[in-house]
Nanobody, 122 residues
Framework: QVQLVESGGGSVQAGGSLRLSCVAS????????MGWFHQAPGQERLLIGY???????DYKKTVKDRFTITRDNAESTVFLQMTNLKPEDTGVYFC????????????????WGQGTQVTVSS
């Protein structure tokens, strides 16, 4: 059974930093790509970046140069280091398995974790 447990969220002022963690279980972590998703209040959940099984990364333009995704395969954990946070980064953050096909990133059809709330005040 796949489980994803996100943690590390909190309330910070604009310009601050947070490090989110996601512990995964129920699948072979090291061969999977892992994505981080942001769901702003009242908005849909959107992919903001992902890390491939080989450790390379891709990011949405709005977070590139501010957010960094890393992974620890030994601990089946993926991290999201967030710096220079902005009020528009407020929302719930989720991790999830993703895969790429025909140049697009797709979400594997399975349950989501509970996410972790990030609130950035101006």
């Amino acid at each position: 059974q796949v489980q994803l447990v996100e943690s590390g969220g909190g309330s910070v002022q604009a310009g601050g930093s947070l490090r989110l963690s996601c512990v995964a279980s129920g699948f072979t972590f090291n061969i999977n790509h892992m994505g981080w998703f942001h769901q702003a209040p009242g908005q849909e959940r959107l992919l903001i970046g992902y890390i491939r099984s080989d450790g390379t990364t891709d990011y949405k333009k709005t977070v590139k140069d501010r957010f960094t995704i890393t992974r620890d395969n030994a601990e089946s954990t993926v991290f999201l280091q967030m710096t220079n946070l902005k009020p528009e980064d407020t929302g719930v953050y989720f991790c999830h398995r993703v895969y790429t096909t025909e140049g697009r990133v797709r979400v594997i059809n399975e349950g989501w974790g509970q996410g972790t709330q990030v609130t950035v005040s101006s």
